[in-house]
């Protein structure tokens, strides 16, 4: 697969003069992030592809070494941008496993749907994209305009459209109220339509199959072997989801499905995206009808958690816990430990390495992103097809810069 | 896991292995001379076909530590789902592992992150370059001992003038 120095010895023979070299990127409008890739062509053909990448690295990791549990949040928002909200929910996920705390019912399905409603929003981009990079402008557009529902919808929870920072350890910032499930619900009312629309538009559009059939194929061997999960290994027949397999938060209640394909293509990942957000809806239509009472955050006695604002205004045992947990030079005792913990993101697996060091600071705190390991599948999929296929085998692997450089 | 508990003290007996448990995280410490063959033993005998996460650790600042950097594997079995956490130590001047990259492909790109920000090499990489950071960077930015705001690391890059580039 990668790329080898002795590849490059024998394309820079003497009769190999005819191939020549092709820079795409770091600025271009179909990676649609910042990455770059060095591409050897013989006439249209790639012979060979090699990635550059580091552009965005702007040490997320060393930082997470010096924030709080809580204040980190903002960063790993930043790094999947595409799904802020999933990458908040994994952190403190994590975290949360770290301290040993078990979450409140509410707050459970709360991030539950949460968790679905940005795997909507990754995917309708993802999908949006990749026909938008092909040349269909229609689905981009219809798609995107739900996503703007999307960020309606979170807004109207954290107040913020896009970077949300919305979890806290224990719990999230602010409980939600019925003007929220009242959004979700029409929300959930309305998409199934769209949908469908898309569905007429791409899914047996003769351009749209052909740009995309046999192109950029997997093999379930390889598959497993280079490390891919999520959407991408479903695609190519690997039945792995964290959500069945390790479940976590509500997805060990609901009643979905597990989405895939033993074709292994651009177009097999295309349908699973597509159908994935079909399960993704019936999971947030089992959990709004059924998010229990009671409080979002975990109580305030464990140490870790910021306390309710009321209390904070109106206790002296609430301002004293805020006090302790905002107060850099205070903090609470967290175990002397390290955990590896991870979700099932909308791009595959994002797992976090935490390790602890009884400060409220973590003492490393790696990203386990997926897009980093699926960029490195990027020559192996384009070997041996044409120039025009590098923009439909980019966009089937959802590659977000910020998350792979961190 | 007791299987592999068992399997592994019957084929390793003269090495010190180290299990442990914390939450759902099992972990096994492995000596880094060993570490290839366990691996290996790992992936062809107990189908841990998957390695998900490859990452070090640096313990310079941690109150306790003996051994410098830790290197940690996730495998992944797509057979019984099982999950399983190794952990190896390297120490300074010299950190040296070997590489993974025969057993699983995953470990390219990982490798080479981990050799970029920690400066941990791994004999037997096919291509192990600076992969993050730009080639001509000096240092290793995830090593406790680098400041956070890396001060003084501009000042090493050359200044490109116009009518130069």
């Known amino acids: 697969m990668p790329f080898e120095v002795s590849d490059l010895a024998e394309l820079d023979a003497p009769d190999k003069e005819y191939l020549w070299t092709l820079n795409f990127g770091p600025q271009h409008p179909a990676t649609h992030t910042t990455l770059r890739l060095v591409l050897t062509l013989d006439g249209e053909t790639v012979v060979n592809a090699v990635p550059h990448i580091g552009y965005l690295h702007s040490g997320f990791e060393k930082l997470g070494e010096h924030l709080d549990f809580n204040q980190y949040v903002t960063i790993v928002d930043r790094m999947n941008y595409i799904s802020p909200l999933h990458n908040e929910i994994s952190w403190h996920h994590a975290v949360e496993k770290l301290l040993g705390i078990e979450l409140t019912p509410r707050c459970k399905y709360l991030r539950t749907i949460l968790a679905e409603l940005m795997r909507i929003q990754d995917h309708l981009l993802n999908t949006g994209t990749c026909a938008l990079d092909l040349g269909g402008f229609t689905a981009f557009l219809y798609f995107f305009q739900q996503r703007e529902l999307i960020y309606d919808i979170v807004e109207t929870a954290s107040g913020q459209r896009f970077h949300t920072s919305y979890t806290r350890v224990g719990g999230v910032a602010f409980d939600v109220n019925n003007a929220w499930v009242d959004k979700v619900r029409s929300f959930v009312k309305g998409f199934a339509a769209v949908h469908a629309e898309v569905h007429r538009l791409l899914t047996r559009n003769r351009i749209f199959i052909e740009r995309l059939k046999g192109i950029g194929h997997l093999s379930t061997e390889d598959c497993i072997n280079m490390g891919v999960t999520g959407p991408l290994a479903r695609a190519s027949g690997v039945l792995r989801d964290l959500r069945k397999d390790e479940p976590y938060l509500a997805y060990g209640d609901l009643d979905f499905k597990i989405v895939a394909s033993k074709d292994g293509d651009c177009y097999a990942r295309y349908l699973v995206r597509m159908q994935e957000m079909v399960e993704s809806i019936k999971i947030i239509e089992q959990c709004i009808e059924n998010i229990p009472e009671g409080p979002v955050n975990v109580d305030a006695g464990s140490k870790a958690v910021i306390p309710a604002k009321p209390s904070v205004y109106r206790s002296i045992e609430g301002l004293i816990q805020h006090f302790e947990v905002m107060m850099p030079n205070r903090g609470f005792p967290t175990p002397k430990e390290e955990i590896y913990a991870a979700t099932e993101s909308p791009n595959g697996e994002l797992g976090y390495y935490i390790v602890g060091d009884g400060s409220p600071r973590a003492y490393r705190a790696r990203t386990r992103p997926p897009s980093y390991v699926h960029f490195a599948l990027f020559p192996h999929l384009i070997k041996n097809h044409q120039l025009s296929d590098v923009v439909a085998v980019l966009g089937s692997l959802n590659v977000i810069a910020a998350e792979l450089d961190r | ?165």
């Open chain 2, 1 to 165: 896991m007791m299987t592999i508990e068992d399997a592994l003290k019957l084929k390793f007996s003269g090495d010190e292995l180290s299990f442990s448990q914390f939450r759902d995280n099992h972990r096994i410490g492995v000596p880094a001379v060993k570490l290839f063959d366990i691996l290996a033993f790992l992936k062809n005998e107990h189908h841990f076909d998957m390695l998900v996460e490859l990452t070090a650790v640096d313990y310079l600042e941690y109150e306790g530590a003996k051994d410098r950097f830790g290197v940690v594997y996730v495998l992944v079995s797509t057979i019984n789902g099982a999950r399983l956490v190794i952990k190896t130590h390297v120490n300074d001047p010299e950190p040296l592992l070997p590489s993974v990259y025969s057993l699983w492909k995953s470990a390219d790109w990982l490798e080479r992150e981990v050799y970029d920000m920690f400066g941990i090499r791994f004999s037997g990489h096919p291509d192990l370059r600076r992969i993050l950071t730009p080639d001509e960077f000096t240092a290793y930015p995830l090593r406790k001992d680098y400041p956070l705001k890396g001060r003084g690391e501009r000042h090493n890059f050359p200044v490109l003038t116009r009518a130069e580039s």
